[in-house]
Each structure stands twice: as C-alpha cells, then as structure tokens.
C-alpha cells in the first residue's frame, strides 16, 4: 500500500556514486539497508504529499524542469532528525539557487490547487539527502562515525526531476533540468 508521494531532485551520476558509497558501507556494516531494499536513488526530497494524481502533476513538473538548468550542490555535514525513523542525512549547503528552486517549484504545484505541507514551505523545508533510515538508536553513534570518514564535502549537480510513490520506490515520471524531452 503506498505511503506517500514525492517530487526528488536527483544528481549526475558521479554525486549519486559518491552517496551511493555510504548507503553500501552502511549497508555492508548492517547498520542500515533500507533505502536499498525499497529501491530508492539517491535524491533531495523537494516535495511530499500522502494522496495526489501523478497525471495532474506531469505537466507542472515537465514545464518546471525546462525552464530550469542543472543545480550546483555541496554537501558538506552530515546530520539526523529528531524523530522516530532515525533518518541520517547528507546536508547540501543551503543555497539561495537551491531554496528559490524548492519554493519556485511548491509554488508552480500549488496553482493546481495542490496544498503544501507545513514542511515544504519556503520557511521550513530543510534540504537533505537520506543516507540511513530506521537506525537502531543502538547504532546511530556508530552510523555517525562510519558517515565522518566519508570525504566531505562532495559536490555536484542536481540534474534531474521525478515524482516517486513509495515504499517502494516507483517512479512514475523524470524530466532533465533544462530540457523538455523525457530523462
């Protein structure tokens, strides 16, 4: 049963290896494999709703992306939230590029009517990129030291857009920033 719904930002493929590194170090210490087993890629989440129609988004997200071009990102700390899911998280440098394209974006989904989250409004989206979720609380300290000697920071561009349902993961479009053909 779907969870939930998500627009991603996703990275060119040197960036995606390099956080696709900790997911599999994570992973191969048994600290956390979840983001592996439900098919995730690695991505900033820029929106997220529980109930929507892909259909009625397509058209918003296609014409967003052509208009927009590749994202220069750095992700330079590592961090978690306070919660139950025990996320740990890369953190990209909140750029003005990076929140003007996150607010740019809500703003285009909520003309079709589309309510924004109280998370995803310009004054509270934090920008992250998932390493390891549902970390035994046991192993979180453990999990922090094994994401420390990663080589920080890591830099990129974001390059791609996509609207996912989950868990798990199933992409249902993605457009490259700056053009209008399908990625």
């Known amino acids: 049963m779907s969870q939930g719904f998500s627009i991603e ?38 929106f997220s709703s529980p109930f929507l129609d892909p259909a009625k988004l397509e058209s918003v997200v296609k014409s967003f992306a052509s208009k927009q071009g590749p994202l220069p990102l750095s992700f330079t700390s590592i961090g978690s939230f306070p919660s139950d899911k025990n996320v740990l998280f890369l953190a990209p440098v909140p750029t003005m590029a990076l929140l003007q394209f ?50 920080l920071p890591v830099s990129g561009y974001a390059m791609d857009i996509g609207l996912v349902e989950f868990s798990p993961v199933r992409e249902y479009f993605s457009f490259e920033l700056g053009n209008t053909v399908e990625a």
């Open 9 to 46: 930002l996703y990275f060119d493929p040197a960036l995606e290896n390099q956080v696709l590194k900790a997911w599999n170090v994570l992973a191969r210490r048994q600290i956390s494999t979840q983001l592996i087993e439900i098919e995730s890629r690695p991505h900033i989440t820029l």
């Open 102 to 151: 996150q607010a740019q974006l809500c703003e285009a989904i909520k003309k079709e009517g589309i309510e924004i989250g109280e998370e995803f409004k310009a004054d509270s989206w934090i920008p992250f990129c998932a390493v390891a979720q549902d970390v035994p609380k046991t192993r979180i300290a453990e999990a922090f030291c094994v994401l420390r000697e990663s080589k």
